[in-house]
């Protein structure tokens, strides 16, 4: 046997070990890391295999630990078996690799298994949570788990929600899920909502936007009653905040926050969060705010694949009890792909439509009421064509859309470009910093200002812009 606990960053060297054949192990490990966060991306790597600590190596088995029984069985599940087969290529003694769950936790986090302790139900609590449920936002009734489609892109987030919905104890904290507008994020916190309601309804469920978290915030400042404000957020169970980004650049907001999160925390309270980009990602937020959220399970929802497509169309049409062809869905999936929303708005129309002419609905038909929708997800711009459509418009060179060059001639041109992709694009203000060398969002903000402006003021560039903006679109 291998004793391999020194590669616990945290715990020291084995006393008899063999430091070689520890060093060794550590190098293999390493190589099949690589290979890993190469073939699953950073995201899952960060989620699901980093915090895999080897515990050693015994007649060809790999005994790993993880800190908590869900990551376990998602480890068992997706990763065990191409761990073990790239372990193998590293050193052919390798067969196999089980995983369990270790008992050592980072401070702070609840233990799994121990049942946290329900607070006694007497008048006063169920008048709080009376109350609290005031607080609570609307839960949508059609965004239950039931009619949450899995596929590839989500299964991830779903399965960390259906976790923390399922769980008694808190599996991680904060649940962070993020993704792009219409794919999913509200539908699975109110998914979990409702569970809890439906199965632990003692438990306290408070679900609200961000921005209705700073309206209650500000509200409570106007009005002295800041402590009452503070006791409500604090005292329930599960506290779910939708669109966290809008609280970025609100400084205020944010303290209050982040002490909220602080003290759900400590009292192991489960916290769930979602946004529209990674925690890292969030231009305006407190780094302090970021490392907190950054602590638990993030899972991003990532674009729609065919499938899921074609998935959710079959679902929603059974639930409308409307006969689709199966060409028509086919056409559907395959030409919305911007995101669910989208998806679901296409279908209820080409089914109104249906049900107007009192027949089966065919592509052509589904083209002509789908003109607009279907149009402006036929053409997805991106930055570079901008770019290079632009530079060859003004007649500079492609790479000045990148350069430090704040000369009128190159600056306006890359403010038009920018200006247009934000117009054309689904791109964040940050990512289009990104994509012109570097720039700050703050600077892309201002090009759409300016631009805005100028076409005001002049016709001729308005019509430029208007011109560049037909080639585009194509
Ligand atoms: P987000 O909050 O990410 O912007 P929503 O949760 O509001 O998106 O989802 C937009 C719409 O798409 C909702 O009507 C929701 O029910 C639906 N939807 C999204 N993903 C799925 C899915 N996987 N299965 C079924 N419906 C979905
Ligand atoms: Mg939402």
Redesign the pocket.
């Known amino acids: 046997m291998i004793d391999a606990t020194s590669m616990d960053t945290t715990s020291h060297k084995g006393e008899d070990s063999n430091e070689m054949d520890q060093d060794v192990i550590a190098a293999q490990w390493n190589t099949v890391n690589d290979q890993l966060r190469g073939e699953i991306g950073e995201a899952a790597f960060q989620s699901w295999i980093k915090p895999i600590k080897i515990r050693s190596i015994e007649n060809g088995v790999v005994h790993v630990t993880v800190p908590t029984r869900f990551m376990r069985d998602w480890v068992v599940a997706h990763y065990a078996e191409r761990i073990a087969t790239l372990w193998q290529s590293e050193s052919p003694e390798i067969a196999s690799l089980e995983v369990s769950v270790r008992s050592d936790r980072a401070p702070g986090q609840p233990r799994e298994g121990i049942r946290r302790q329900t607070q006694p139900v007497n008048e006063a609590s169920r008048n709080m949570s009376a109350e609290r449920q005031g607080m609570s936002a609307a839960l949508?009734s059609?965004?239950v788990f039931d009619?949450?489609?899995?596929?590839k892109p989500?299964e991830f987030a779903?399965a960390a929600a259906r976790r923390i919905a399922e769980a008694e104890s808190v599996p991680f904290n904060p649940l962070f899920?993020y993704?792009?507008?219409?794919?999913?994020?509200?539908?699975?916190?109110?998914g979990i909502a409702w569970h809890i309601r439906q199965t632990t309804p003692e438990r306290t469920v408070l679900y609200l936007s961000a921005e209705k978290f700073m309206h209650r915030f500000v509200q409570a400042i106007r009005e002295s009653t800041t402590m009452d404000f503070k006791d409500q957020f604090r005292s329930v169970d599960v506290l779910m905040i939708?669109?966290v980004q809008f609280i970025a650049g609100k400084e205020s907001t944010q303290e209050e926050f982040f002490h909220t999160f602080n003290a759900l925390v400590d009292q192991g309270r489960q916290i769930v969060i979602?946004a529209?980009k990674s925690p890292s990602d969030l231009v305006g937020m407190e780094e302090r705010l970021i490392s907190r959220l950054n602590c638990g399970l993030v899972a991003d929802?990532h674009a729609?694949t065919y499938e899921?497509r074609l998935?959710?169309l079959q679902?929603?049409a059974a639930q409308m009890r409307a006969e689709i062809p199966s060409k028509v869905m086919e056409f559907l999936a395959h030409k919305i792909t911007s995101?669910?929303?989208e998806?679901?708005g296409g279908l209820n129309r080409v089914v109104a439509h249906a049900q107007l002419i009192g027949r089966e609905i065919s592509i052509e038909a589904t083209q002509d009421v789908l003109h607009d929708l279907l149009r402006a997800n036929d053409r997805r711009v991106t930055i570079e064509e901008i770019q290079k459509q632009v530079a060859n418009h003004f007649n500079i060179r492609l790479s000045d859309m990148h350069s430090a060059r704040r000369a009128r001639s190159v600056a306006r041109p890359r403010q038009v470009a920018m200006y247009l992709a934000k117009q054309l694009t689904a791109r964040s203000l940050p990512e289009i910093g990104r994509k012109f060398g570097g720039r700050d969002h703050t600077t892309v903000m201002h090009a759409v200002k300016k631009v805005d402006e100028l076409k005001g003021l002049d016709t001729g560039f308005a019509e430029d812009i208007e011109l560049l903006r037909r080639m585009l679109e194509g």
């Open positions: 949508d059609r965004f009619n949450f489609v899995v596929g989500n779903y899920l993704g792009g507008v219409g794919l999913g994020k509200t539908h699975l916190m109110h939708d669109d979602s529209d929802i729609t899921l998935g959710i679902s929603k995101n669910v929303r998806l679901e």
